[in-house]
């Protein structure tokens, strides 16, 4: 079971701005080192799964970089592993791009991907995007009740009948786009940028993705019926009179 990180962890976390670069090339490890300083960011290195396993587990890092081809355990598996301990948020780095590699990267509860090779100004602009996704709001504070369903803004935290459902930080931005405007579809091109801040492209899959991990993780409504519906050819939408929102 993925446990739900305290406020105060991820506070600790930001304010120090240490990630975890999680990758056997020592060569990409000290350009991203280079260039995360520049934002004020320190980078701690591992070249094998099983060692970054060990420092996330003794250390709290404001989010991972981790590659998917690692020597001895791959990052599909490390990522696995993590999501037993830890909800840190994990940008995933995939040889060529495959979409097969993203694609299982998202439902295995990474927050984003970026393919091989890279620049490093864009993955530090993923990861600042990631960041600004998962920090607590100070300001304007909500909480959302909306059926059997409950949000809390400030500590990202959803429940559904009383349980807490566990999400990565992608698929709580998602969810709270969705329900922030029940009934409203809301098209793909509306989705990508504002969940994963990039541009839409016709191949791209990932919120197709996030919407079966949150169809999975809440079910559906008690009388059985899909709280997320498809609409063909344009996207999403959360199925709920909006007089339920409040």
Do not use: C, W
């Amino acid at each position: 079971m993925r446990k739900m990180a305290d406020l105060s962890s991820i506070q600790r976390a930001q304010a120090q701005a240490q990630l975890l670069l999680v990758d056997d090339d020592v060569a990409l490890g000290e350009l991203v080192s280079e260039y995360a300083a520049y934002e004020d960011y320190a980078v701690a290195t591992a070249d094998m799964g099983e060692l970054g396993l060990r420092m996330i587990a003794r250390k709290a890092f404001a989010l991972v970089i981790l590659d998917v081809m690692l020597p001895g355990i791959d990052g599909f598996e490390v990522l696995e592993r993590l999501r037993h301990f830890s909800d840190v948020p994990v940008l995933m780095l995939t040889t060529r791009g495959a979409a097969s590699d993203r694609i299982r990267g998202l439902k295995m509860g990474a927050d984003d991907y970026l393919p091989k090779p890279f620049e490093p100004d864009e993955l530090l602009a993923r990861v600042k995007s990631i960041l600004r996704r998962i920090q607590p709001s100070v300001n304007g504070l909500r909480f959302v009740s909306i059926g059997d369903l409950e949000l809390d803004e400030r500590f990202r935290r959803v429940t559904r009948g009383g349980e807490i459902v566990e999400l990565t930080g992608a698929e709580f931005s998602l969810l709270q786009l969705l329900i922030s405007r029940p009934g409203t579809t809301l098209s793909r091109q509306d989705l990508i940028p504002r969940v994963l801040s990039r541009q839409e492209s016709g191949i791209d899959r990932s919120i197709d993705s996030l919407v079966s991990n949150l169809r999975r993780k809440l079910g559906p409504f008690p009388d059985g019926t899909e709280r997320i519906r498809s609409v063909r050819g344009v996207g999403y939408v959360y199925v709920v009179a909006e007089r339920e929102a409040r």
